[in-house]
């Protein structure tokens, strides 16, 4: 696994109208894939980078499914545990003239049973970079303290942590826990990623500078502004990257995108413009499209 991303978290079945209207009115449904560090992880493998994805699904048909699906772009499923114990989370795509609902079905799922004794799944040995998303210390205690732990044995290593606040509301207890929990992952890691929205509702920062001055990240910090564009502050300085117009189908899964882009740029050792560009540009094919995950085997005229 020498130069392996190594991504964590849940990975859920995802059910969407395949008629692209409300759930209440819409006939047939599509049955797909989802989660934000899979959706990473393959497209990095697409990328042609060597990733691996570690959790837990339930002994069932969407259990099995979602390690197939994610097994068959490339990306190294060993550390994907079955718990046999525990469903296999799900959740629903709701459109609507305001955008897209989600609805979650994940509580008490395999993988909000993650705790620490999961770290021994993850082989930092070889690795390169470890990404984590907020996401999954909002689903449990022992979820909280197993990304604690591995950016502790991750920095021990010496391999890069990748953090996206991926700020979920519906999960977390208040807004004042997952602020403080959040912020304090991020200083922890080497990158991170976040929304200026989700810093304004987090933290009250209402621009990419403010962001930046309230985290004091020990790392490279890049601000997400939606169809504005994507802002990179590093030792290096300040970065700023437009985002291209694109027609939006729907937003949701864009921001792993956006992140499997950056990293992909960044393992490449691409310059800071370059690296936010390919961001911007799989962002790019997530919104044109119903699916968080879009395959980018080959970048050419997409």
Partial sequence: MTGTTVCLGETMAQVTPADGQGLQHSRELRLAVAGAESTVAQYLADLGHRAAW??????DPLGRRIVAAIAGRGVDVAGARVDPEAPTGVYFKDPGPQGTAVHY???????????????????????????????????SQGCSELVELLME?????GVLVSFDVNHRPALW???????????????????????????????????????HAHLAPR??????????????????????????????????????????GYLSGLLHGSSSAERLALGHHLAGRTLRSIEDYVPADTLEGN
Wanted: aromatic residues 4%.
């Fill in 219 to 260: 790392g490279t910090l890049i601000v997400k502004d939606g169809e504005v564009g994507a802002t990179e502050f590093s030792d290096a300085g300040r970065q700023f990257v437009p985002a291209p117009a694109v027609e939006v189908i729907e937003a949701v899964g864009a921001g792993d995108a956006f992140a499997a």
């Fill in 54 to 59: 570690v959790s837990r699904v339930g002994d």
């Fill in 153 to 157: 044995r991750a920095a021990q290593a």
């Fill in 173 to 211: 207890s208040s807004l004042d826990h997952a602020a403080v929990t959040l912020r304090d992952l991020a200083r922890r890691a080497d990158v991170v990623f976040v929304g200026r929205d989700e810093g304004e509702r987090l933290w009250g920062t209402a621009t990419a500078e403010e962001i």
């Fill in 105 to 139: 079905y994940r509580r008490g799922s395999a993988a909000s049973r993650m705790g620490p004794s999961d770290a021994e799944r993850v082989d930092l040995a070889g690795a390169r970079l470890l990404h984590l998303t907020g996401i999954t210390p909002a689903l």
